[in-house]
């Protein structure tokens, strides 16, 4: 299995994945590492050292193996300039550059679920593999985080502004919520033909016991309703299940995440 130049998940929790990868001197960066045991087998089991941690926001799924893994490895910790968590070395906002391992991430400030929120997107792989981000829970495949700490509008920007990346860039998300997040999708979107596909595919890869993951922004543009706001079929739809008549894109995406929160 070639491990240098790839990001494998390592699963954590219920439905947690930890994304990893490595440079060539086995230096490895980990993002989001709720689960510093599970993050430490792993780093046997491939002969890595810890160098980096990447985190997209406070919450204690994200954040709870910090401490452990600084205590046993050292690593710099990156995370957004906003967050109440204390273990950040480097604090990081909108438009900052950081450069780890062989990558260079722009910074992408993404409130909604908490206000702290940002997103790491790497435009060019030294390999010329597709674009890449590392968006936490902001967006997941086939749906969105809930909104804990923002608003509506805050949450539907910020998605705008993670699909507006090249279609082919690669989507990291950290839950494994994809199915159900399908099941939802169809009921907000019965007719869209690339979604019920998409579930076919998404099924088999799991029964297969593999990850749905990585998705891509062309992907969720295609079958993910939270992006899909100011398409007419998904406005009728959202309009037809809260009896609403509006043609905001803002509005139908606050009544489509309500209806998700209740699903």
């Not at 993050?39 to 985190?55: C, D, G, P, R, Y």
């Not at 494994?176 to 399908?182: A, D, G, Q, R």
Request: hydrophobic fraction near 35%; charged fraction near 20%.
């Amino acid at each position: 299995m070639k491990y240098h130049g790839q990001i494998h998940p390592i699963p954590a929790f219920s439905d947690n994945y930890i994304w990893i990868f490595s440079d060539w001197n086995n230096n490895a960066c980990v993002v989001d590492p709720g689960d510093a045991n599970a993050v430490k087998s792993h780093l046997e089991l491939h002969n890595l050292s810890l160098t980096h941690i990447l985190l997209t926001h406070h919450h204690a799924d994200h954040t709870g193996g910090v401490e452990e893994l600084k205590k046993s490895f050292e690593p710099e910790v990156i995370g957004p300039a906003s967050s109440p968590f204390k273990l950040i070395d480097l604090a990081v906002s909108e438009g900052q550059k950081v450069n780890v391992l062989d990558l260079q991430f722009h910074v992408l400030e993404v409130p909604g679920h908490t206000l702290d929120h940002i997103a790491y997107y790497c435009a060019d792989e030294p390999d010329g593999a597709d674009p890449l981000v590392f968006c936490g829970d902001t967006l997941f495949a086939a749906g969105c985080g809930r909104i804990f700490e923002g608003n509506p509008a805050m949450m539907y920007e910020s998605l705008q502004k993670l699909a507006s990346l090249p279609p082919g860039t690669r989507v990291f998300c950290t839950h494994e919520y994809t199915l159900s997040n399908l099941k939802f999708a169809r009921a907000a979107d019965p007719d869209n033909q690339e979604l019920h596909q998409r579930t076919k595919n998404a099924v088999a890869t799991r029964e297969n016991q593999k990850p749905t993951l990585p998705s891509s922004i062309a992907l969720e543009l295609a079958t993910n309703p939270f992006l899909r706001c100011s398409e007419k079929e998904l406005m009728q739809s959202v309009n037809l299940h809260s009896g609403c008549q509006s043609a905001d894109p803002v509005e139908v995406f606050a009544a489509l995440r309500s209806w998700k929160d209740n699903f």
